[in-house]
């Protein structure tokens, strides 16, 4: 009967699992359960959708239970501390991308339970994840870390006290200031959100650096200048020509930006299976929307610098009457795990596509480098 009773209560906060009431009163015990079933579902029925759909991975499937879910799960949690203090570079990477994704889908409440410490060794790992492999990133990020609390709290205190100096009297956002120190400023973003999350990076950065060089201010800018100049650069995939972190066509290895067109099919093909999936719950009344990608224009614009048209995505939602449409310019935007957060540009800012249409699920594009090229060269093939 216990058991049978357990299995009740198990099933019932998976059926209220983004009720936040529900969530209050089930046991940890209970949260724990209906997390690992939803997350062993949600892997196992990716995988028969093979090969049209990629399949979802555990980590991503847990991602995308507890940015749904209407609290945090202890056991979620307790994964991600074990996982980021484990000092093992896939473990710590892991649980980095984990919470640089849940952040991105603003499903903060997933993380409640991380302390201070654990966010610190995030930070930092994040901070010094470009500039460093993995390995040397978790070694240097837990070092940081665990630094002998005299020398941390001493070296928190510089850092303060240089911010403090450096600022004051400024009337500018810490991360707009961050960005004028090293030569940048919000109007070469795509938008003044984008410029706020860039910012703080960069920032992020510059302190991680000053504070692991016990406040050696020459060298922590020296070290921040150098990531900037290695992974910030000018990408044209959004439309327009903007600054952003790890510009696409450079990272391809792209001279100049004619690949644009080739790579904003890459993101249309990669995202279309999972559009066309729920393209068929709506043909078969399961669903009362869906998305389609529109075809790229390859439109150019301007004689000296050219740009090109955004990737566009059309919702359709079902009404009483018909149907109605939005259309939404998508904008790829680059972060520290060799990958591109998929957002879209909204009547109230920029979204990760994620908030606006969950059941879509984690969307990372991850460049297929040889279809873009193979693509490019058949079109420029020496004459």
Not at 128 to 133: A, E, K, Q, T, Y
Not at 301 to 315: N, S
């Amino acid at each position: 009967k216990k058991h049978q009773s357990t299995a009740v209560d198990v099933d019932n906060v998976i059926q209220n699992w983004s009720n936040p009431e529900v969530q209050a009163l089930a046991t940890a015990k209970i949260k724990n359960a209906g997390f690992f079933k939803q997350v062993d579902y949600t892997v196992e029925n990716s995988q028969k959708k093979l090969p049209e759909i990629q399949p979802v991975s555990h980590e991503e499937a847990e991602v995308q239970v507890a940015a749904a879910a209407g609290s945090s799960i202890p056991a979620f949690v307790n994964g991600l501390k074990n996982k980021i203090h484990s000092g093992n570079p896939a473990f710590i990477e892991s649980a980095a991308q984990q919470i640089h994704a849940l952040q991105g889908m603003q499903a903060g409440h997933a993380l409640e339970g991380l302390d201070d410490k654990d966010k610190a060794l995030y930070t930092a790992y994040e901070a010094l994840r470009d500039s460093r492999d993995p390995v040397t990133a978790a070694r240097d990020a837990t070092a940081a870390v665990n630094q002998d609390p005299e020398v941390q709290q001493t070296n928190q205190q510089r850092w303060s006290n240089h911010i403090s100096t450096e600022t004051r009297g400024t009337g500018q956002a810490i991360t707009e200031w961050a960005l004028n120190k090293f030569g940048m400023n919000t109007a070469t973003f795509q938008n003044p959100a984008t410029a706020q999350v860039y910012g703080s990076d960069i920032l992020n950065k510059y302190k991680t650096f000053y504070q692991l060089l016990n406040g050696d201010d020459v060298n922590a800018k020296k070290l921040t200048q150098q990531y900037i100049d290695q992974n910030y650069g000018d990408t044209r995939v959004n439309g327009g020509n903007y600054k952003t972190l790890h510009p696409i066509e450079k990272v391809l290895g792209f001279q100049n930006h004619d690949g644009v067109p080739y790579i904003q099919q890459d993101v249309i093909n990669q995202i279309t299976p999972k559009l066309n999936a729920i393209k068929e719950l709506y043909d078969n009344k399961k669903s009362n929307e869906y998305w389609e990608a529109l075809p790229t224009t390859n439109k150019t614009h301007g004689i000296f610098r050219t740009t090109y048209d955004p990737i566009q995505l059309k919702r359709h939602i079902r009404t009483v009457t018909g149907s109605k449409t939005d259309t939404f310019n998508v904008a790829l935007q680059g972060n520290a795990f060799d990958n591109w957060d998929v957002s879209i540009q909204t009547e109230t800012g920029m979204r990760n596509l994620f908030q606006v249409a969950p059941y879509l699920g984690v969307l990372a594009y991850k460049p297929n480098r040889e279809a873009i090229m193979a693509n490019y060269n058949k079109d420029h093939k020496l004459k």
